[in-house]
């Protein structure tokens, strides 16, 4: 079956530090991966996605982690700033000739100043 | 801003009832995808559009029903309301999906609908 999980559900950081949240997913035959803030009362806004033919993409601060072999996906967030807050959910388009996207639970992280 | 819109914001139904939800897409984007997101879990795929057309479903009953206008703008609608319809609908658009790009869906803010 299809299922994106996250390790953990919370994540704390001090204002400045590096953020790393984590995804593991089933669909090996899954050929691409999107990470997506949702800020309170918001719908989920892109933040970076990643190809299954590629291991690794940046962005402005961001950085996704994609490893294959193990089925697990990161997103990195460099000098975490409070309006980094939210809740962080990783994606994935399953072997379906359409676009459905198959959603994690989400991690919520927290930053304080 | 993705300039995905919808309506209404929120939304009190009763159980039995009936409810229409829209979304405005945007511009440049053919296909709208919805999702329904219960209290703190991640959205869940109901169905996609593209040219005015069914593209693919998720595990949604039947009462759950679609459409996508010339304009791409879609609705969807919800028979028989259920109590554990009770959740956050949200619509998607991105583009064609044999171009490049047409993987990314960008998401509108959301209805909240609550069924008592």
């Known amino acids: 079956g299809e299922s994106v999980g996250l390790h953990l559900p919370t994540l704390s950081v001090q204002e400045g530090d590096n953020s790393i949240i984590n995804c593991a997913y089933s669909?090996?035959?899954?050929?691409?991966f999107i990470w997506y803030k949702q800020e309170s009362g918001k719908g989920p806004q892109f933040i970076i996605d990643?190809?299954?033919?590629?291991d690794k993409r940046q962005g402005q601060r961001v950085t996704v982690l994609l490893n294959k072999t193990v089925k697990h996906l990161s997103l990195q967030i460099a000098a975490t700033q409070p309006g980094d807050s939210a809740v962080y959910f990783c994606?994935?388009?399953?072997?379906?000739?359409?676009?459905?996207?198959?959603f994690g639970t989400g991690t919520r992280l927290l930053v304080s100043p | 801003e993705t300039g995905v819109t919808q309506s209404p914001t929120h939304l009190i139904k009763t159980r039995g009832q009936q409810v229409t939800l829209r979304c405005s897409s945007q511009?440049?984007?053919?296909?709208v995808s919805w999702y329904q997101q219960a209290l703190g879990q991640g959205p869940q795929f109901i169905f996609q559009?593209?040219?005015?057309?069914?593209?693919g479903r998720g595990n949604f009953p039947p009462r759950f029903s679609g459409l996508q206008f010339p304009n791409y703008s879609s609705e969807l609608n919800v028979n028989a309301l259920e109590l554990d319809d009770s959740a956050l609908y949200l619509c998607?658009?991105?583009?064609?999906?044999?171009?490049?790009?047409?993987?990314?869906?960008?998401f509108g803010p959301g209805t909240r609908l609550t069924v008592t």
């Open positions: 669909n090996s035959a899954s050929d691409y």
């Open positions: 511009s440049g984007h053919n296909t």
């Open positions: 994606a994935e388009k399953g072997n379906t000739g359409f676009q459905k996207l198959v």
């Open positions: 559009y593209y040219r005015e057309e069914e593209n």
């Open positions: 998607a658009s991105s583009l064609d999906p044999g171009l490049a790009g047409g993987n990314e869906q960008y």
């Open positions: 990643i190809r299954s033919n590629m």
